[in-house]
C-alpha cells in the first residue's frame, strides 16, 4: 500500500476528523496510489488529475469542478504549481475544501521548470487566502524538501482550516512565474 509522506501525514493530522477527502492530482508512490490509504482510515476518496490516471477524475484544475464536494479533507501535494490559472485553481481549492485544506508546494531557490511547474507560491500567499476566504491558519512555514534528489530546494508546508462559508477572493499576492 502506498501511503502518503510523514511530511503530508503530519499535515493532514488526525484522519478520524474526515470522512471524505479530494486529493488534487494523482499521487503514486512506487507505481502505488494513496487512495488505500485514504480508504483504510475510513475516508470517502476522490483524486482529481487532467490525466485521468489510477483512477483520478479527469477534471481540469482552472475551470470550475461543480460536480463534487465540498470535502472535509483537500489535499495539494505538488499539483497547483503545475495550473496555468492560479485564480481559477485557487477557487476550486476553496470551493471543494469544507474542513481543512493541506499544501505541500514549492518556493524558490533552486527550482526549475521541470515535469510542466509553471508558478512558486509565496508563503505570504497563503496568509492572504487565508485571511479572505474564511481560514485559520493551523500552520503556514517554509522547509527543505527532505528528498534525496533535491535537498537543497524548499517547499511550503501548509494547513488551512475553514471556519467562515465566504465567496472566494483571489489574494493579490504574485506568484512567481518559472521559465
Not at 44 to 59: C, H, P, Q, V
Not at 113 to 128: A, M, N
Amino acid at each position: 500500500m502506498s501511503t502518503p509522506s510523514d511530511m503530508e501525514i503530519e499535515l493532514i493530522g488526525d484522519t478520524s476528523l474526515f470522512s471524505n477527502v479530494c486529493e488534487l492530482g494523482n499521487k503514486v508512490t512506487g507505481g502505488i496510489s494513496t487512495k488505500t490509504w485514504y480508504t483504510s482510515r475510513g475516508m470517502d476518496y476522490i483524486s482529481i488529475d487532467w490525466n485521468g490516471l489510477n483512477g483520478a477524475i479527469e477534471l481540469d484544475l482552472q475551470e470550475p469542478i461543480e460536480l463534487f464536494g465540498p470535502f472535509d479533507l483537500l489535499t495539494n501535494f505538488g499539483t497547483t504549481e503545475h495550473v496555468k490559472n492560479q485564480e481559477g485553481c485557487w477557487r476550486n481549492v476553496h470551493n471543494l475544501t469544507k474542513k481543512v485544506s493541506v499544501h505541500l508546494t514549492p518556493v524558490g531557490p533552486n527550482w526549475e521548470k521541470h515535469d510542466g511547474i509553471e508558478w512558486l507560491t509565496p508563503i505570504e500567499f497563503y496568509k492572504e487566502f487565508a485571511e479572505l476566504n474564511g481560514y485559520i491558519v493551523d500552520r503556514c512555514d517554509t522547509v527543505t524538501w527532505p528528498h534525496r534528489l533535491s535537498a537543497n530546494r524548499l517547499i511550503n508546508r501548509v494547513r488551512l482550516t475553514k471556519v467562515k462559508d465566504l465567496t472566494f477572493t483571489m489574494p493579490k499576492t504574485i506568484f512567481e512565474k518559472i521559465g
